[in-house]
């Protein structure tokens, strides 16, 4: 229960594995606060994974219950690249968030890069989320791979409202 107002950047985790490092990591934000954050891009909440070079990252992340509103760019923004025979597997489970209001990005933006023989596999549940007014689309899930990537995702969507962005819905 964390109260991260008026920053650059309200949360900010990136993580990156190269050269045959494994890591395993599990976030887990629950009922906090991440609002009028006024910094550049993707001023709520960021998660990035770089994985090259024969690295590994196993991530589990999970939000429950998080108010992300009125952050200058985008809401809760999460971000992965994988490359050179890297490997991504990755948990992602979004569960009654309130993200409203966030200028010049996306509520929620979900987006896979796989290239050069990378590997990524997600499993995405976005269950009871409210995600309105946003300047951009309201949920996002962008993929692109390209020279022998490979990209193998699940996505479950329930029960959430989204309405009134300025962009897509979904």
Do not use: H, P
Not at 108 to 136: K, P
């Amino acid at each position: 229960d964390n109260e991260i107002k008026s920053n650059c950047v309200g949360l900010v985790v990136n993580l990156d594995a190269v050269y045959g490092c494994e890591i395993d990591q599990t976030i887990i934000l629950n009922n906090n606060d991440i609002s009028v954050n006024t910094g550049g891009d993707n001023t709520g909440v960021v998660i990035n994974t770089q994985v090259s070079s024969y690295g590994s990252i196993n991530q589990a992340v999970t939000m429950t219950g998080n108010t992300v509103n009125n952050n200058y760019s985008g809401g809760i923004n999460i971000r992965n690249n994988t490359s050179s025979f890297g490997t991504q597997n990755q948990t992602l489970t979004l569960n009654d968030n309130t993200v409203n209001d966030n200028g010049y990005g996306d509520g929620i933006e979900i987006s896979n890069t796989a290239y050069s023989n990378g590997t990524q596999n997600q499993d995405i549940a976005l269950t009871g989320n409210t995600v309105n007014y946003n300047y951009s689309n309201g949920i996002s899930i962008r993929n692109n791979s390209g020279y022998s990537g490979s990209q193998n995702q699940t996505i479950t969507l329930s029960d959430n409202t989204v309405s009134d962005n300025d962009g897509d819905g979904i």
